[in-house]
């Protein structure tokens, strides 16, 4: 009998986060969902626990670094192993006109837990992923940080979220080889709060998880709109490759 994989989802208390643990855990896949508010967390996972599905409460919170590495050391040290890990937790906080230095401010804000708390995630997970030389890496992005469709306004949402495609792309050039797989994907239409409006994240056949996102050729560590995240090969690229 296969292994159970294991994935973490941030941000997965609601939105886009609670959807994606909700079908990957629909796949048999052991699901640890962070959430920064533990109460809501746990609320969550019972909606999906009286669906009989595999899926546990983790307090995480990404604008944290502590947090984060308690939630990794912990993975690393009671469960084992780490196959998939999706950066869903974000924020977008700019409403209205600030002066100069409350901007900066919000943007520091902004860059923690949209940038540095993924990058340090991530950092920590592809140890764990290449131990046993597979893995998933999802980074929820946005078309407002490709350079191509820059325009006024949310500095600091759209300096996150093109950071974001940074990272993606230096991380995939990085594994390259480990049997693991960086991806950034845009949430269309899903609104700023992650609302999901109807079933916006759906399973596609072959196990691959098409979450009804286009990513650009820009944003995509792998130049994909789909990505298979659960039984590919190690080494393969099981994937529905775009136009470049």
């Known amino acids: 009998m296969p ?7 941030t941000g997965g208390n609601r939105g886009i986060g609670l959807e994606i643990s909700r079908q990957l855990a629909k796949l048999g896949i052991r699901v640890i969902l962070g959430s920064r508010d533990d109460t809501k967390g746990i609320t969550a ?3 999906l626990i009286a669906d009989r599905l595999p899926v546990e409460a983790r307090e995480l919170d990404v604008a944290s670094d502590e947090s984060i590495r308690e939630c990794v050391n912990w993975i690393r040290r009671d469960v084992g192993r780490l196959d998939i890990l999706v950066n869903n937790a974000g924020i977008m906080v700019e409403e209205g006109e600030a002066d100069a230095e409350e901007e900066i401010q919000i943007i520091r804000d902004t860059m923690q837990t949209n940038v540095y708390g993924p990058l340090l995630l991530s950092r920590l997970a592809i140890p764990i992923m290449k131990s046993r030389r597979f893995g998933r890496i999802v980074n929820l992005s946005s078309s407002m940080g490709s350079l191509a469709e820059m325009g006024a306004g949310y500095t600091a949402y759209r300096l996150s979220k093109a950071g974001i495609n940074v990272i993606t792309r230096v991380l995939a050039a990085e594994t390259q080889g480990m049997g693991i797989l960086v991806n950034s994907v845009d949430p269309v239409g899903s609104g700023h709060r992650w609302a999901v409006p109807g079933p916006v994240v759906r399973l596609r056949r072959e196990l691959k998880l098409r979450c009804g996102w286009q990513p650009s050729p820009m944003t995509a560590g ?14 393969r690229i099981a994937l529905t490759k775009i136009p470049s």
Request: aromatic share 4%.
């Open 3 to 9: 292994e159970q994989k294991v994935a973490l989802v």
């Open 45 to 47: 996972v019972g909606e």
């Open 222 to 235: 792998r130049q994909v709109d789909s990505f298979a995240i659960a039984k590919a090969s190690p080494g």
